[in-house]
């Protein structure tokens, strides 16, 4: 059976019933408005018959407002979280409802016999500057009322001994965006200070009434001066070089740094206090993020069979999650440890069908390439831990070498369209077994090419965050108490983020035209020494204080 769709005094009851709180508050607005009105305009003593036409006027000026209010719907919302839109309606509402009341006024107004002192006393029932007084009051009552936990701060208090004290270097967009944010959530703990920025013309002006008290070279005087705990970096499009400085600037002034993440990391382009992290060693790199032609990757991975060896270890494993984005219409992730290729298939959203083979299993490499026919390969299987691989050479060029040599023929046999091998630097002038086993399996995938196949090798240096590499070592170290153990104090190496070597694979296997070797121009290297002293600082210690650091030659 249809209902009936309720009339519109029906459904004003409705809503009245649901804020009847709010409606009533309205009224009191209005009616309180109006009688302040007319009690300024009379300076306190006004005409008995001006009271008498007030009480007459005012309970139809309030339900009028109500009505509007609800017409405009400012009944049932939820206010806290109202913007600049729901302010406009209400501005809107307020207008609209005065010049109702005007012109009401004026047709009350006049020679009426029933109001006696409508001759005496005027052409309008009321004053025209009540009239008027009254509708910017109930508009700036209604508003006060809405928007009372933004401009009173009635919210929810952290006390203040448990916020932290924080300076925001970067009072541009983004730190603009935090420092709302962190006003209009004091659960999140922090207490904006001020604003630091190296734009003189900012320095003394105020942002969201956080006032711009410096540059950074200020923050040691700032931090000791202002008990500041915590600086927060509020710049996204920050090079790592920027980041560097100021971490070094923090260390001097013993406060922790954090930073926002990357432009491309920020999902919409709208940050928040919550988007800041921890400073991480990749944001010490030393150079500017290779960015990826993301169209031309899409273009040979979507609706293609994809094979990754490797696939349980870091570069693999990455490789796979990138790959998945792009759609490819079956993607296959080999690897002969099972613990960590079980882990990555219930870790990557997506359908990512397992493949248990040891590519030193000529053999079974060519049935699975017979099987399934891959379509694109990324070779990222093989052993790579320096110091061990000096002492077993014959497991380095059994995996890197003939692995890569099984794999590349029967990439051939099965009519695979692109062949990517993950290589290394340590393969421009080899001096270890390692970076020897690369060069050769370099030389393998090249003599290969021209056979119907793209093939191509990708060289780059150490990845931060891989299992068994140094950044790890360290932190495995600290943990212990230390010492962290180098080398050589002199000894240098270039490092990339896991993220960025992925999408270098990628963007090679795009490229490649057949036989090239890329290598990614990696900027300044980075003493192993500084590396390890950033380590111990990153793990919140201080090094040769808290962890000695140790030459082991």
């Given at each position: 059976?249809?209902?009936?769709?309720?009339?519109?005094?029906?459904?004003?009851?409705?809503?009245?019933?649901?804020?009847?709180?709010?409606?009533?508050?309205?009224?009191?607005?209005?009616?309180?408005?109006?009688?302040?009105?007319?009690?300024?305009?009379?300076?306190?003593?006004?005409?008995?018959?001006?009271?008498?036409?007030?009480?007459?006027?005012?309970?139809?000026?309030?339900?009028?407002?109500?009505?509007?209010?609800?017409?405009?719907?400012?009944?049932?919302?939820?206010?806290?979280?109202?913007?600049?839109?729901?302010?406009?309606?209400?501005?809107?509402?307020?207008?609209?409802?005065?010049?109702?009341?005007?012109?009401?006024?004026?047709?009350?107004?006049?020679?009426?016999?029933?109001?006696?002192?409508?001759?005496?006393?005027?052409?309008?029932?009321?004053?025209?500057?009540?009239?008027?007084?009254?509708?910017?009051?109930?508009?700036?009552?209604?508003?006060?009322?809405?928007?009372?936990?933004?401009?009173?701060?009635?919210?929810?208090?952290?006390?203040?001994?448990?916020?932290?004290?924080?300076?925001?270097?970067?009072?541009?967009?983004?730190?603009?965006?935090?420092?709302?944010?962190?006003?209009?959530?004091?659960?999140?703990?922090?207490?904006?200070?001020?604003?630091?920025?190296?734009?003189?013309?900012?320095?003394?002006?105020?942002?969201?009434?956080?006032?711009?008290?410096?540059?950074?070279?200020?923050?040691?005087?700032?931090?000791?001066?202002?008990?500041?705990?915590?600086?927060?970096?509020?710049?996204?499009?920050?090079?790592?070089?920027?980041?560097?400085?100021?971490?070094?600037?923090?260390?001097?002034?013993?406060?922790?740094?954090?930073?926002?993440?990357?432009?491309?990391?920020?999902?919409?382009?709208?940050?928040?206090?919550?988007?800041?992290?921890?400073?991480?060693?990749?944001?010490?790199?030393?150079?500017?993020?290779?960015?990826?032609?993301?169209?031309?990757?899409?273009?040979?991975?979507?609706?293609?069979?994809?094979?990754?060896?490797?696939?349980?270890?870091?570069?693999?494993?990455?490789?796979?999650?990138?790959?998945?984005?792009?759609?490819?219409?079956?993607?296959?992730?080999?690897?002969?440890?099972?613990?960590?290729?079980?882990?990555?298939?219930?870790?990557?959203?997506?359908?990512?069908?397992?493949?248990?083979?040891?590519?030193?299993?000529?053999?079974?490499?060519?049935?699975?390439?017979?099987?399934?026919?891959?379509?694109?390969?990324?070779?990222?299987?093989?052993?790579?831990?320096?110091?061990?691989?000096?002492?077993?050479?014959?497991?380095?060029?059994?995996?890197?070498?003939l692995g890569t040599a099984n794999l590349a023929?029967?990439?051939?046999?099965?009519?695979?369209?692109?062949?990517v091998l993950i290589s290394t630097d340590k393969?421009?002038?080899?001096?270890?077994?390692?970076?020897?086993?690369?060069?050769?399996?370099?030389?393998?995938?090249?003599?290969?090419?021209?056979?119907?196949?793209?093939?191509?090798?990708?060289?780059?240096?150490?990845?931060?965050?891989?299992?068994?590499?140094?950044?790890?070592?360290?932190?495995?170290?600290?943990?212990?108490?230390?010492?962290?153990?180098?080398?050589?104090?002199?000894?240098?190496?270039?490092?990339?983020?896991?993220?960025?070597?992925?999408?270098?694979?990628?963007?090679?296997?795009?490229?490649?035209?057949?036989?090239?070797?890329?290598?990614?121009?990696?900027?300044?290297?980075?003493?192993?020494?500084?590396?390890?002293?950033?380590?111990?600082?990153?793990?919140?210690?201080?090094?040769?204080?808290?962890?000695?650091?140790?030459?082991?030659?």
């Open positions: 059976m249809r209902t009936k769709k309720r009339k519109w005094p029906q459904r004003l009851l409705a809503w009245a019933r649901r804020d009847v709180v709010l409606v009533l508050l309205d009224l009191a607005v209005v009616i309180m408005s109006f009688m302040f009105a007319l009690v300024l305009r009379f300076e306190g003593e006004v005409p008995e018959g001006y009271w008498n036409a007030f009480w007459i006027f005012v309970p139809g000026a309030a339900l009028a407002y109500a009505y509007i209010n609800f017409s405009f719907g400012l009944y049932g919302q939820m206010w806290r979280y109202a913007s600049i839109r729901e302010a406009r309606r209400l501005l809107l509402a307020g207008l609209v409802v005065t010049g109702f009341v005007l012109a009401s006024s004026e047709l009350l107004g006049g020679q009426d016999p029933r109001l006696p002192f409508s001759h005496d006393l005027g052409e309008r029932v009321l004053p025209l500057s009540v009239a008027v007084l009254g509708g910017v009051m109930s508009l700036l009552g209604f508003g006060a009322i809405r928007f009372q936990s933004r401009l009173f701060g009635f919210q929810r208090r952290i006390a203040a001994e448990s916020q932290k004290r924080v300076l925001l270097f970067g009072a541009g967009d983004a730190g603009a965006m935090v420092a709302r944010d962190i006003l209009r959530h004091p659960e999140l703990g922090l207490k904006p200070v001020g604003f630091v920025d190296d734009d003189r013309r900012k320095i003394g002006r105020t942002l969201h009434g956080i006032k711009v008290i410096g540059p950074r070279t200020a923050i040691p005087q700032l931090v000791e001066g202002r008990h500041i705990n915590q600086v927060l970096m509020t710049i996204p499009s920050a090079t790592s070089e920027l980041v560097r400085e100021v971490a070094e600037v923090c260390e001097r002034a013993a406060v922790p740094l954090r930073v926002l993440p990357s432009v491309k990391e920020i999902v919409g382009g709208r940050v928040s206090a919550r988007d800041i992290r921890d400073l991480r060693i990749e944001d010490l790199l030393g150079r500017q993020m290779v960015q990826t032609d993301l169209q031309a990757v899409r273009e040979i991975l979507r609706g293609r069979r994809v094979l990754v060896t490797g696939a349980g270890g870091s570069i693999g494993s990455e490789i796979v999650r990138q790959v998945a984005a792009f759609g490819p219409s079956e993607l296959l992730a080999l690897d002969h440890d099972e613990i960590h290729l079980h882990e990555l298939v219930t870790d990557v959203d997506g359908g990512v069908r397992p493949v248990l083979a040891d590519v030193r299993d000529a053999w079974r490499i060519d049935d699975l390439f017979e099987e399934l026919r891959p379509q694109v390969v990324f070779h990222a299987a093989a052993h790579k831990h320096l110091p061990l691989l000096e002492h077993h050479a014959g497991e380095g060029l059994r995996t890197n070498v023929r029967a990439a051939v046999r099965a009519g695979v369209e692109r062949f393969a421009v002038r080899p001096t270890s077994v390692m970076g020897a086993s690369k060069w050769f399996a370099e030389q393998v995938v090249r003599s290969h090419d021209g056979r119907g196949c793209i093939f191509s090798a990708v060289r780059f240096g150490n990845v931060v965050g891989s299992r068994g590499g140094v950044i790890q070592t360290f932190l495995r170290q600290i943990e212990h108490g230390g010492p962290v153990t180098v080398t050589d104090a002199g000894m240098a190496r270039y490092f990339m983020s896991i993220e960025e070597a992925v999408q270098l694979v990628l963007q090679a296997a795009a490229l490649a035209e057949g036989g090239e070797v890329f290598t990614l121009e990696m900027g300044e290297p980075m003493k192993i020494m500084d590396l390890a002293r950033r380590v111990i600082r990153l793990a919140g210690q201080v090094p040769e204080r808290d962890v000695p650091i140790t030459m082991v030659g």
